[in-house]
């Protein structure tokens, strides 16, 4: 996994926050939190949400799940899904526990009950780094897994990183850049991530005049130059999804950092397509 940050240029957060729904929850990613609140010096911070809906659903009527193993369908209640997800939250506790104090990491557990979306924006404040893998409300719900981190990405004022699989092959570093501010201190954290002997940095411009292009490549190439990081700088020729989409696809992008004014321009649809492409996405006040 990529370092994310760095304490110099972001010492105003004071927790990394993971956020684990079960069934959804990935222990294995919790490694990868521990070490970016070493880098950070931060409390490392864990929220287990358990889903009301899935409660509610357990609690219908001939409720039951099926066992994929055995092709059987099992009676499943209110208490028993209870049990089921105090289990769940003992074992992420435990390896929370041995992670943090294996690396001297200060930590904090909670659990919550409620809809995902209101727990998280109820739980995080603007000094943290919030973490989000594959957060989603229960089948009760009708709302989407894509709308349930579009809620929280619109509402929330910390920084998000959208963890995805990327897989093990080289992929590139890319920085979204419009030239505000919040686009510049995504490319100063964009120089953290990046490491000696990976492939250039690719910077997406959006569409623009050529004399403001020209302008915008002179500076970027003048700040990545003076730290001796090479890059790749393109132009989309349209400010839709799609357009994106396919630039980070031909690009092999493999983790996407852009200020959050100019990527939630895109909409809703643009974390469809980084999930597609197993591009993980970090989105920077």
């Known amino acids: 996994m990529m370092n994310i940050i760095t304490p110099e240029q972001a010492s105003d957060i004071r927790r990394v926050v993971i956020v684990l729904s079960p069934p ?5 990613k919790m490694q990868g939190t521990v070490e970016i609140a070493l880098r950070l010096k931060a409390e490392m911070h864990v929220l287990f949400i358990e889903d009301i809906n899935l409660l509610r659903l357990a609690a219908l009527p001939r409720a039951g799940e ?3 193993g055995l092709g059987e369908i099992r009676p499943l209640d209110r208490e028993r899904m209870e ?4 289990a769940q939250a003992n074992a992420v506790r435990e390896k929370l526990s041995a992670l943090a104090a294996r690396h001297k990491v200060p930590w904090s557990f909670q659990v919550r009950r409620g809809h995902v979306s209101r727990e998280v924006l109820a739980s995080v404040v603007g000094e943290d780094l919030l973490i ?4 989603r409300e229960s089948l009760v ?5 894509e709308g349930v981190l579009w809620r929280i990405l619109r509402q929330t004022t910390s920084t998000v990183l959208l963890q995805r699989d990327a897989g093990h092959a080289p992929r590139a570093l890319t920085v979204y850049f419009d030239g505000t501010p919040a686009a510049w201190r995504a490319l100063r954290l964009a120089t953290s991530c990046f490491q000696e002997g990976s492939l250039p940095m690719t910077i997406v ?3 623009m005049e050529e ?6 490549r002179a500076h970027i190439e003048e700040y ?7 890059c790749r700088i393109h132009r989309l020729r349209e400010s839709t999804c799609g357009c994106l989409a396919r630039m980070l696809a031909e690009q092999g992008c493999g983790l996407f950092i852009g200020g959050r004014p100019g990527l939630m321009e895109y909409g809703e649809s643009l974390l469809r397509d980084l999930e597609g492409l197993g591009c993980g996405c970090l989105l920077v006040n």
């Open 83 to 86: 049990r089921v997800l105090k």
């Open 224 to 230: 990545l130059g003076a730290q001796g990081i090479p």
């Open 132 to 135: 989000l893998d594959r957060v």
């Open 141 to 145: 719900s009708s709302t989407r897994e």
């Open 24 to 28: 959804a929850g990935n222990l294995e």
């Open 205 to 207: 411009l959006p569409p």
């Open 211 to 216: 004399a403001e292009e020209r302008r915008a």
């Open 66 to 68: 099926m066992s994929y």
